[in-house]
């Protein structure tokens, strides 16, 4: 049987941050249960295809996977494991918001097959929460993740983001020091992306000099990588620190190029070498629309992506595939390390990772 790593979108949210550019609908949860009916549609529309497959990790990203009741969740783990083989071992992810949780709800979740919860919280300073337009506060943020602990969530991860609007070194610490206080596995931290058409790109452009510079958001990853480091959770990616064993097995297949398949409004997937999407038009998808235009991946593409995907990692890629002159200066600057010919930048590589790989394809 073939193993892949499943994704599902669950494009629904309760308000737009500021920020968000990903494929979200507010105000419309009153169509999950037929985006539930058209996701097993497409489960088995899958199996059709590709035959059986095994699901060896599900991760249910959104939007806010969260806005499910107990329930919901319920009968979506229920179609995952009519049309998959899921094995007992295999990491369940739940993306969640804070602002979207309560005790019983994370039960439900937790009895579903849950057992790897990603909080969305940002920040735990209120001001830059509501800079950030999200719809929680830090008190609640924290007392999402004691619940999730509570209701028997023991590989617990938190996404936070830096370089914000106005946000200065010392509440960079504190937000750090607060995640670190928490049960948690798992921290990615993501520098904010100013997007086009956003609230957030309006905002930054009306009050010029509010975004941190590139050096103190340089700064900032610099003192993730110390705080989180002196409480053992390793950099193993760009933005991802986890505790020995608690990587994100979901999150490696992307970077390793492994099978994926993604299910739902806007999910992208990799199968056979071969990547595609659904549409980003909630309506159409349900709809019925099916996946669009299949990119079958040249030996130069899939070369570009090995180099881009695998220097996110510490586990980087086979030295033996760059070109080895190319590799050699970039060991002489001190960007690149090779060691058991596997070939990964090093700190200062990690600080201008787009320039290196540049240099490298
Ligand atoms: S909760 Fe996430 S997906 Fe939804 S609007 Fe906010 S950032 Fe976007």
Not at 125 to 133: E, F, N
Not at 300 to 311: A, K, N, Q, S, Y
Not at 316 to 336: I, Q
Request: charged share 25%; glycine share 10%; with cysteine.
């Amino acid at each position: 049987m073939k193993h892949i790593a499943l994704y599902i979108h669950l494009p629904f949210c309760a308000r737009k941050c500021a920020y968000c550019d990903f494929v979200s609908f507010p105000g419309r949860t009153d169509q999950i249960p037929a985006y539930l009916d058209r996701l097993a549609r497409e489960m088995e529309a899958s199996i059709g295809k590709y035959g059986p497959l095994a699901a060896d990790t599900v991760f249910l990203g959104g939007g806010t996977p969260s806005l499910l009741t107990g329930e919901q969740m319920k009968r979506l783990m229920a179609d995952v494991r009519r049309f998959f083989a899921v094995a007992p071992e295999a990491e369940i992810t739940s993306e969640a918001n804070p602002g979207t949780v309560d005790a019983a709800k994370l039960r439900a979740f937790r009895e579903a097959g849950v057992n790897r919860l990603s909080l969305g919280v940002q920040s735990f300073d209120d001001g830059l929460l509501g800079t950030l337009g999200r719809i929680h506060t830090a008190r609640e943020a924290e007392d999402a993740v004691r619940m999730a602990a509570e209701a028997g969530f023991s590989n617990l991860s938190l996404d936070l983001m830096y370089a914000l609007p106005g946000q200065r070194m010392v509440q960079w610490q504190a937000t750090l020091d607060a995640a670190l206080s928490l049960p948690i596995r798992h921290i990615s931290c993501y520098s904010l992306i100013v997007e086009d058409g956003t609230p957030m790109k309006a905002l930054v452009e009306a009050n010029p000099g509010l975004l941190p510079d590139e050096d103190a958001a340089v700064s900032m990853q610099h003192e993730a990588a110390r705080r989180l480091g002196q409480r053992g959770f390793s950099r193993y990616e760009i933005s991802n620190y986890a505790l020995p064993g608690f990587e994100s097995r979901h999150n490696l297949v992307y970077w390793r190029r492994g099978d994926y398949l993604g299910l739902g409004c806007a999910a992208h997937s990799l199968m056979n070498g071969r990547r595609f999407s659904n549409t980003a038009s909630l309506d159409n998808y349900l709809a019925g629309e099916g996946p669009g235009e299949i990119e079958t991946l040249t030996e130069r593409d899939v070369f570009e992506e090995t180099v881009m995907l695998g220097l996110r990692t510490r586990e980087g890629v086979e030295a033996a595939l760059l070109p080895a002159d190319r590799l050699e200066k970039l060991r002489g600057a001190g960007l690149m390390a090779v060691e058991n010919g596997r070939a990964r930048v090093t700190e200062a590589g990690a600080d201008v990772l787009n320039a290196v790989i540049l240099a490298l394809i």
